[in-house]
């Protein structure tokens, strides 16, 4: 599985964004998807990850009612739509999958199979 992350560049605080990560070389199924964002100076920060079904997912408590995360089985890709950023949202999104032995979403900072390149998201006024 390739993935590929997209969608980001710059943003004011309190606008939106919506990122994209796309799959290619199988489906989606069976998969659990997750967003990760590492910004300078700070731990590596899974935002959100969905079951590989599409109906459950998983926010950190940063980002809780702000983002969510969503599944289009028929395009292959997993969305982030951000709303009210915030500056502290500055950081290079991540995409991330593994196969889930459930359908649970899977959170993990770091050890997932398959990763995508990042996308920068800068929020400034």
């Known amino acids: 599985v390739q993935l590929q992350a997209s969608g980001g560049g710059l943003v004011q605080p309190g606008g939106s964004m919506n990122l994209s990560c796309l799959a290619s070389?199988?489906?989606?199924?069976?998969?659990?998807v997750e967003w990760v964002r590492q910004a300078p100076g700070k731990e590596r920060e899974v935002v959100a990850a969905?079951?590989?079904?599409?109906?459950?997912?998983e926010y950190s408590e940063s980002v809780k009612g702000r983002f969510t995360i969503s599944k289009d089985n028929a395009k292959n890709t997993v969305y982030l739509q951000m709303n009210s950023l915030k500056l502290e949202d500055t950081a290079l999104y991540y995409c991330g999958a593994d196969y889930a032995p459930n359908d649970e979403p899977i959170v993990r900072n770091y050890g997932m199979s398959y990763w995508g390149e990042g996308t920068l998201v800068t929020v400034s006024s």
């Open positions: 969905i079951s590989w079904s599409g109906s459950k997912t």
């Open positions: 070389g199988r489906t989606l199924d069976h998969l659990s």
